[in-house]
C-alpha cells in the first residue's frame, strides 16, 4: 500500500504545483484576460469535491493535493475578480 500512497503523494504534487507559475505569472502581470472565469470555478467546485471525498476516504494524498490546489484556484479566482 505504501507504495500506492507514493504515486498519489507523486501525482498530487505535480499537478498541483503545476498551478503555481500561472498563479505566480497572474500576481505580477496582472493580466487575467486569457482566463475564464467559469473555468475557475467548476474547477474550484471540483476540487473542492474531491478534498470532501479525499476526506472520506481518508486518503491523504487526495486530501493534501486537493486542499492545496483549492487555495492556488482560490487564489487566481480572487485574482481573475480583482483584475477584471
Do not use: C, H
Request: zero cysteines; charged letters at 10%.
Amino acid at each position: 500500500m505504501l507504495e500506492i500512497e507514493a504515486i498519489g503523494f507523486i501525482a498530487g504534487f505535480l499537478t498541483t504545483a503545476s498551478y503555481v507559475p500561472e498563479v505566480i505569472r497572474v500576481a505580477r502581470t496582472k493580466d487575467t484576460q486569457g482566463i475564464s472565469l467559469t473555468w475557475l470555478i467548476a474547477l474550484l467546485v471540483g476540487v473542492v469535491l474531491w478534498l470532501l471525498y479525499g476526506v472520506y476516504i481518508g486518503s491523504y494524498p487526495v486530501v493534501i493535493a486537493n486542499a492545496i490546489t483549492a487555495l492556488l484556484v482560490s487564489t487566481m479566482l480572487a485574482l481573475k475578480l480583482k483584475y477584471t
